[in-house]
């Protein structure tokens, strides 16, 4: 079945400019999860939805950050006046249930460029 | 708060070598543990994962980790190793009740050599 898809597979910007990153979860997945991955390092978490309503914010970097999901499936990462700081591909996850044993599915994720 | 280390950040092994890939975690609480994978030009999957029962578990592939709770570690191992193993591997964990969220260690690169 589809995976986890995400668009774009990569961005280019510049400094200040305002992007947004789509994510698609897996068909019936009710949590989704953005996480940050810098070179070198592992995922970040960013923020985690639970149907349409965001239950865990608490790796926003900052108020440039925010995210919704409007109708419980797709999800949108919206970056405002960006800094080259925050180059570094973003990844968004899915999973089924309702519980933290569950499987969390990765996309390809965006590589954000910002120059 | 939760914190995960990777203390082998490249290893080069191989073929039929044996391997096992250091993880200890720091949280004050029950646990979830997970170990993923990440192989060259895709995305992460999940290897395997534990939060109760047998502390060895298995998973794909012919990897296994055993959960330690006095040492707080979640090391992973494969007795043979084979080309197609070259990845990056990630260790992961998040609360058994509570917040959902992963926190991740910094990652292994494995190579592994013809």
């Known amino acids: 079945g589809a995976g986890v898809s995400q668009t774009p597979s990569n961005k280019v910007t510049e400094k200040g400019k305002y992007v947004e990153l789509r994510c698609d979860p897996i068909s019936g997945h009710t949590a989704l999860y953005w996480y940050r991955q810098s070179l070198g390092q592992g995922p970040e978490f960013l923020i985690y939805f639970q149907g349409t309503g965001a239950a865990d914010d608490s790796g926003l970097p900052n108020d440039r950050f925010f995210a919704v999901r409007p109708e419980g499936s797709v999800s949108t990462l919206k970056i405002q006046r960006t800094e080259r700081g925050d180059s570094a591909v973003y990844l968004c996850?899915?999973?089924?249930?309702?519980?933290?044993?569950?499987?969390?599915?990765f996309g390809p994720g965006t590589r954000l460029l910002v120059l | 708060a939760q914190s995960v280390s990777q203390h082998n950040h490249h290893v080069i092994l191989s073929e039929a070598a044996s391997l096992e890939l250091g993880c200890n975690y720091s949280?004050?609480?029950?646990?979830?543990l997970f170990w993923y994978v990440q192989y060259p030009g895709q995305h992460l999957q999940l290897l395997l994962k534990?939060?109760?029962?047998?502390?060895l578990v298995k998973g794909i592939k012919g990897f296994e980790a055993e959960f330690i709770k006095s040492k707080f570690s979640f090391n992973l191992r494969k007795p043979s190793v084979q080309w197609s193993d070259t990845a990056e591997y990630f260790c992961a964990v998040n609360a058994r009740t509570g917040r959902r969220a992963l926190t991740f260690g910094s990652g292994t690169r494995l190579q592994v050599q013809p």
């Open positions: 534990y939060f109760s029962g047998d502390p």
């Open positions: 996850a899915s999973s089924a249930g309702t519980t933290p044993q569950e499987t969390q599915y």
């Open positions: 949280y004050g609480g029950t646990v979830n």
